[in-house]
């Protein structure tokens, strides 16, 4: 436990106690050149306040990208190299000790790193890669949700934390971001039995709430140079979207990501209730933006469902009507290559998507079962599954 208090105990000065508004920098990076990705970070640092605002001389900072899998940087899935490496390179020369880590859900960290070519980058820039593949439990204090969340050890060995998220889509929360991408700080297969506890959707986004107030990351930077449109998370499109967004507060982040694609901040259920829950700003009289006009770099026809996100009635909820009505994960025959990788994701007991010949076959969804977890659409390498509505639920306006 007295490693969970350095943790707590390492934030600056200066950004102790509440904030009245938010502070967002939206900076032009038009692409990733290392160089041109370090002047756009270095700006964006300088726009919030400055390197000593989020490191001092001597500390130990972990960055925590996404590395949902590990894929090459030209399929955007992981937050890119270049990134990681600028971020590495500002924060040694604000004195601070660098290391990187996360923990993909299917695969080693090492391996899931290596090929995303973050392993290398992070070497090359000075910084030491920590695995997150085992851990120890964080209590949770006054949550009535959950006591208390396991937690990689290094995470316990740091003094800070830096939130690196990507700019991308994602069937069960419309996008993921910067609140969403500390989940990776729970260890392995862990991470989706939340999705099997909390199957309520405000359930599970008030869990992610509480894991960012628990961790409070110092600075969040999203990669969004090029961002996944479509069928993110791992098997959308590339979309160049030409920025950097930074910022102290999560919630903002992921509201201004909203504002480039003409989505309303609303739609995503860990925006509205991180707001309720003291974790920043959803409300755009409450963000504050410096640096380049956003107005730039909006991309109103961004592939994504602008639609809210909510839990469904209780009459879709009975078998019958889950069938007729609910979104599901569905498999394209024609990609498939009977890897698998699906059934080991799946979180349910009794695995909602199963071989049913073999593997001569791909793997069939038994709907009864599944619970819209999507778990298996991050799971393939393929881009074979993709989330699809029966006709029935898109009349009553499901999605």
């Known amino acids: ?127 030491e890669f920590v695995g997150f593949s085992t851990g120890r439990r964080m209590e949770n204090p006054g949550s009535k949700l959950v006591s208390g969340f396991p937690i990689a050890d290094p995470v316990y060995e740091c003094d800070g934390i830096v939130n690196l998220p990507k700019m991308k889509t994602h069937q069960l929360t419309r996008i993921t971001g910067a609140v969403k991408n500390l989940l990776g700080c729970v260890p392995g297969p862990r991470k989706a039995l939340y999705h099997v506890r909390f199957q309520d959707l405000t359930d599970f986004s008030t869990l992610l709430v509480e894991l960012n107030l628990l961790l409070r990351p110092r600075l969040h930077v999203m990669d969004g140079v090029v961002a996944m449109e479509g069928n993110g998370p791992r098997g959308g499109d590339p979309r160049p979207m030409r920025t950097l967004i930074l910022s102290e507060d999560p919630v903002a982040v992921d509201s201004v990501f909203c504002g480039l694609v003409g989505m309303d901040p609303r739609f995503v259920p860990t925006n509205v209730i991180g707001q309720q829950r003291g974790l920043g700003r959803h409300h755009r009289g409450e963000i504050d933006l410096v640096g380049d006009s956003l107005e730039e770099f909006v991309a109103h026809n961004f592939q994504v469902v602008r639609k809210p996100v909510s839990n469904y009635p209780f009459y879709a909820r009975y078998s019958l009507t889950k069938k007729l009505f609910l979104p599901r994960p569905s498999i394209d025959e024609g990609r498939c290559i009977r890897c698998g990788r699906c059934v080991e994701a799946c979180p349910v007991p009794e695995k909602a998507v199963r071989f049913m010949d073999g593997s001569r076959r791909p793997p069939r969804y038994d709907y009864d079962v599944c619970i819209r977890c999507y778990c298996c659409h991050e799971a393939c390498p393929q881009r074979a599954i993709e989330k699809r509505t029966p006709v029935l639920g898109r009349m009553m306006g499901f999605g």
């Open 1 to 127: 436990m007295a490693r969970a208090s350095k943790l707590q105990a390492g934030t600056p000065p200066q950004m102790e106690g509440a904030m009245e508004r938010s502070t967002v920098a939206v900076v032009r990076c038009e692409t990733y050149d290392p160089d041109t990705v370090y002047d756009a970070l270095s700006r964006g640092v300088e726009l919030l306040g400055g390197l000593d605002r989020f490191v001092r001389p001597g500390e130990r900072l972990l960055l925590k990208p996404n590395l949902l899998a590990g894929e090459p940087p030209e399929k955007v899935v992981t937050t890119h190299p270049s990134v990681l490496a600028g971020c590495i390179r500002l924060f040694r020369k604000g004195g601070g000790a660098v290391c990187f880590g996360d923990s993909p859900g299917y695969e080693r960290p090492a391996d899931a790193a290596d090929r995303a070519g973050l392993l290398d980058a992070a070497v090359h820039s000075g910084a």
